[in-house]
């Protein structure tokens, strides 16, 4: 579910639009038909945490509320529970490509990551950046995934394109279990990284990925 809190994967097929299931549903303003309600206007949505009961086909959505209910993603009382969290009516709209932003596949390396942290001072958590694949590169170097754009990784038995680098919003100063906002996260990267970090990618051959699987890179022209 766009904007939802996710959940962690071991194992994952990687399709023409992105993972098996990513992002497949959104929830939209009743009164105003298609408008994609997002995390960027409405934070709250970051304390419903959304998983699929069969994680490999992506099958059958569960949520769990930040109060603790577990419900479908049809349910009415879900409905209810956020219409109360953002205080608007909304329904839930299905995509089978899914509701990205600039591209289906988006990574982040535990080097930059590291570094970021190293320039606010404390750890960050990667799940600010609500990437799908976390990377931990060969060389210690951060923002090496900045020459990543126009060239393609193997992983597992996929192959991907990366296209562009991630331009960041606000839904990165929101600490992922308390909420809290740390307005210095974007305000670093917006001093230092011009406010990119990560890189979107889209998918040149569909195949199961998994953790720990090793990246291959084609060279450089």
């Known amino acids: 579910m766009k904007s939802f809190a996710g959940e962690r994967l071991r194992r994952a097929f990687l399709g023409p ?29 970051l304390g419903f945490r959304a998983r699929y009961l069969d994680a490999e086909s992506a099958d059958a ?35 089978p490509a899914g509701f990205h932003d600039a591209a289906a596949v988006h990574l982040v390396t535990q080097s930059s990551l590291a570094t970021l942290g190293e320039s606010l001072g404390h750890e960050i958590d990667p799940r600010r950046f609500r990437a799908n694949i976390t990377v931990e590169t060969a060389s210690p170097e951060p923002f090496s995934e900045a020459g990543w754009p126009g060239r393609r990784l193997r992983i597992g038995a996929a192959e991907i394109e990366v296209i562009v680098l991630t331009e960041r919003c606000a839904v990165t100063t929101f600490d992922p279990d308390t909420l809290e906002r740390t307005p210095e996260v974007l305000a670093t990267l917006a001093r230092t990284r011009e406010n990119f970090f990560g890189v979107y990618a889209r998918v040149h051959q569909p195949g199961w990925i998994a953790v720990g699987d090793d990246i291959h890179a084609d060279p450089l022209p």
């Open 61 to 95: 959505v569960a949520v769990t509320t930040p109060g603790g209910m577990t419900l479908g993603v049809d349910d009415h009382e879900l409905l209810a529970e956020v219409a109360r969290a953002t205080g608007r009516p909304v329904a839930v709209e299905r995509n």
């Open 17 to 45: 639009f992105g993972l098996l299931g990513d992002r497949r549903y959104a929830l939209v303003d009743a009164e105003h038909g298609e408008t994609v309600i997002s995390a960027r206007r409405s934070s709250s949505l």
